[in-house]
């Protein structure tokens, strides 16, 4: 997986934001995580040790909220949830690959000082 | 990426400022009584950014997109496992269409230049990206090789992806069609295990398919689970080596860079 390019782009959407802020220290970085991500979360965490060395990151913590995942029924007009990318939904019995939640890759927000 | 399952994760402004904040709290000796704003937890400001880590390979992909429509180019983005014939199949096809339409190739390769240098002996225009330890291609890279080609001269441009069906599913590079191939030699249920792959697929290709006896191919299977999975996908099933199976892929192509040329 692509972990250390997904955590260089959040470091440098967390830094440019900090810096417009006056921020010197970035002490905490929230992702958002789709269940079907297929992104590791202990993978992003060392990804980030290693992009975050040296910069104003470093040291800082990252919490990973994870996203379960809901799929789609056309049939049903509804939503139900999903362990992987194709379910059965549990109303009409149809198969669905349609995912409206769980493949997110998202920067929440950070906390900086 | 699929257009129905409306997976694509929005972007959002950058909102700076504190989160409301509600505490009693103390004061040190001496500090008088004041009503106050101040950053909660001794200075520290939470940004709320709510922005999707692909935004910017996406925007790539975007502007990507708009000068390969300009140049009138078909552009096909060709993934698969390492191996399943990605560099034949692209060569055949260019082959095959000498003479009819002019065709590009971008290759993307970890570590050598094997591939490009097969496709070069064939007369065919390439430029090789060497990705080293990142494991896809993205719309960034893809726009710095097609500086290197003559897009005016070409009709179609195919870009070799690097043999993995994990990462390159995530970046969109701008192309027209993303084409998926899975080889009778290495299991039905591939597109059981990558769905998001197989799932954004608009092509998907059996190949191998001289080999499918040998290899106790079970068709019925593999396109049970394409059809279930790749379920926006025209399937083919050819042989890129001996040639059968590759008309019907080739008129689709033709059909679909001729609607490319009159857009
Ligand atoms: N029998 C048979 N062999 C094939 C066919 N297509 C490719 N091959 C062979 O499969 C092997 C791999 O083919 P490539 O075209 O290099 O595969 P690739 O997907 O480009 O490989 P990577 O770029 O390394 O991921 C080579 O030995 C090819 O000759 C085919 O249709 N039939
Ligand atoms: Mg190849
Ligand atoms: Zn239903
Ligand atoms: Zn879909």
Redesign the pocket.
């Known amino acids: 997986m692509h972990e250390v390019s997904i955590m260089s782009e959040a470091l440098r959407i967390a830094v440019d934001a900090a810096k417009s802020a006056g921020a010197s220290r970035i002490v905490k970085l929230r992702l958002r995580i789709g269940k079907l991500s297929g992104v590791v979360p202990e993978a992003l965490q060392f990804a980030f040790d290693v992009v975050a060395h040296g910069t104003m990151a470093e040291g800082a913590t990252l919490e990973i909220e994870t996203v379960p995942a809901a799929g789609w029924c056309a049939t049903c007009q509804a939503e139900f949830d999903c362990v992987d990318l194709f379910n059965e939904c549990p109303r009409c019995h149809n198969f669905s690959g349609e995912l409206r939640r769980g493949r997110e890759l998202e920067i929440a927000d950070t906390e900086i000082s | 990426m699929c257009q129905e399952c409306g997976c694509g994760s929005g972007g959002g402004d950058v909102k700076i400022g504190p989160p409301p904040h509600q505490h009693d709290h103390h004061h040190g000796p001496g500090h008088p009584e004041h009503g106050h704003a101040h950053t909660p937890a001794h200075g520290i400001l939470t940004l709320n950014l709510n922005r999707s880590l692909m935004e910017k390979n996406a925007l790539a992909a975007e502007r990507n997109r708009r000068l390969f429509r300009a140049k009138k180019l078909l552009v096909l983005n060709v993934v698969?496992?390492?191996?399943?014939?990605?560099?034949?199949?692209i060569?055949e096809t260019a082959a095959s269409l000498t003479g009819k339409l002019r065709v590009g190739v971008i290759v993307g390769?970890l570590a050598t230049d094997n591939?490009a240098a097969?496709l070069r002996t064939a007369g065919i225009p390439v430029v090789q990206i060497t990705t080293g330890t990142v494991c896809h291609l993205d719309a960034d890279m893809v726009a710095k090789a097609a500086s290197q080609l003559n897009l005016d001269q070409l009709d179609v441009l195919v870009i070799?992806n690097?043999?993995n069906l994990v990462c390159p599913a995530d970046y969109d590079l701008g192309e027209d069609l993303r084409v998926v191939?899975l080889?009778t030699t290495e299991g039905e249920d591939k597109p059981l295990k990558y769905p998001p792959m197989f799932h954004s697929a608009h092509v998907a290709v059996i190949?191998?398919?001289?080999?499918a006896a040998a290899a106790g191919f079970n068709r019925d299977w593999a396109l049970a689970n394409l059809n279930r999975v790749s379920h926006h996908a025209k399937i083919f099933e050819?042989?890129?080596?001996?040639g059968d199976g590759m008309k019907g892929w080739l008129d689709f192509l033709g059909e679909r860079a001729a609607t490319t040329q009159h857009k």
């Open positions: 698969s496992s390492p191996g399943s014939g990605k560099t034949t199949f060569r390769d591939d097969r070799e690097v043999g191939l080889s190949t191998k398919c001289d080999m050819l042989s890129a080596k001996i």
